[in-house]
C-alpha cells in the first residue's frame, strides 16, 4: 500500500520526527526543460544549476522532488533540492516577487523542519541572490 508523502509527514511531524528524505529521484533532464517549469525564472535556475553540475559544483538536482506537511491542509513543495559533493542537501526557493502568502509558508516550513536548508533564490541584473531562510 503506498501512502501519500503528505500523509507520512505529518505522521512523523505527530511524533515530533523529521521526515526522511526519499531516494535520490531521476536528475532533471535538459530536453524536458521547457516543458516542465511553472516559470521562467525556474526554468532559467535550472539551466543555471546544470551547469554548476557539469562544473562539479554539485551532484545532482530535482525539481519539485518533495511535499512537505505544514499542518492539518498545508503542504509546501520546494522548487529544487540541491546535493552537493560532500552530501549535504539544501532546498532552493526560486522567487521573482515574494508574496505576503509565500513569505507565510516558508516561515512555517524553517519552523516545522529546523534541520533542514532553505534558500531563497532571486535574480537581479542577471545575478543569482542567495538567502538563508532561518527560523525564529
Sequence with gaps: ?????????????????????????APVRLARIDGVYRSKLERDYSRHLSLRMRAGELDGYWYEAWEFALGARRTYTPDFLLEFPDGRREWHEVKGYMWRAAATKLDWFVATYPGERLVVVTRDKGRWIYTERTGG
Design 1 to 25: 500500500m503506498r501512502v501519500a508523502p503528505s500523509i507520512l509527514a505529518a505522521q512523523y511531524a505527530k511524533c515530533g520526527m523529521t521526515m526522511p528524505l526519499p531516494e535520490k529521484p
